[in-house]
């Protein structure tokens, strides 16, 4: 049996602000922006030269999914954003103005930050060690 993860929806404001931030502050890729009602969109992205897991921004419908933007996993780390050159892409990152939580640090797994994005959801940020 093979099985893998395909997506994660994260659940935003606005579909708009979203994609321009993603796209614009982080260099993902929209792969997809298909209108599926007058209120819904299907909009999917993805990390630059990723083959692998994707996004789907998906805009908040009621009051429970409004509370929970930038909340999805009560404060913790929610997402983990691998690079094969931190400091090439962190650099990126501060020129973008993206919020960091913490200073770089080196970690047994391999370099890492934390960053919010836009509603406050907690990344992980890494270079994983190269192993021999």
Same mark, same amino acid.
């Given at each position: 049996?093979?099985?893998?993860?395909?997506?994660?929806?994260?659940?935003? =404001? %606005?579909?708009?602000? !979203?994609?321009?931030?993603?796209?614009?502050?982080?260099?993902?890729? #929209?792969?997809?922006? @298909?209108?599926?009602?007058?209120?819904?969109?299907?909009?999917?992205?993805?990390?630059?030269?990723?083959?692998?897991?994707?996004?789907?921004?998906?805009?908040?419908? =009621? %009051?429970?999914?409004? !509370?929970?933007?930038?909340?999805?996993?009560?404060?913790?780390?929610? #997402?983990?954003?691998? @690079?094969?050159?931190?400091?090439?892409?962190?650099?990126?990152?501060?020129?973008?103005?993206?919020?960091?939580?913490?200073?770089?640090?080196?970690?047994?797994?391999?370099?890492?930050?934390?960053? !919010?994005?836009?509603?406050?959801?907690?990344?992980?940020?890494?270079?994983?060690?190269?192993?021999?």
């Amino acid at each position: 049996m093979q099985q893998y993860l395909a997506g994660i929806s994260l659940v935003v =404001n %606005d579909y708009d602000e !979203a994609i321009d931030f993603y796209t614009r502050k982080l260099s993902f890729t #929209l792969l997809e922006d @298909t209108r599926m009602s007058d209120t819904k969109r299907w909009v999917v992205i993805a990390p630059p030269g990723s083959t692998g897991c994707t996004l789907l921004l998906a805009k908040a419908a =009621n %009051d429970a999914q409004k !509370a929970a933007v930038g909340n999805q996993t009560g404060g913790r780390v929610f #997402l983990f954003l691998h @690079t094969d050159n931190f400091d090439r892409d962190y650099n990126q990152m501060q020129q973008a103005g993206i919020e960091f939580m913490e200073s770089p640090r080196q970690e047994a797994y391999g370099k890492v930050v934390v960053f !919010a994005d836009l509603y406050g959801n907690r990344w992980d940020f890494i270079e994983p060690q190269k192993t021999l």
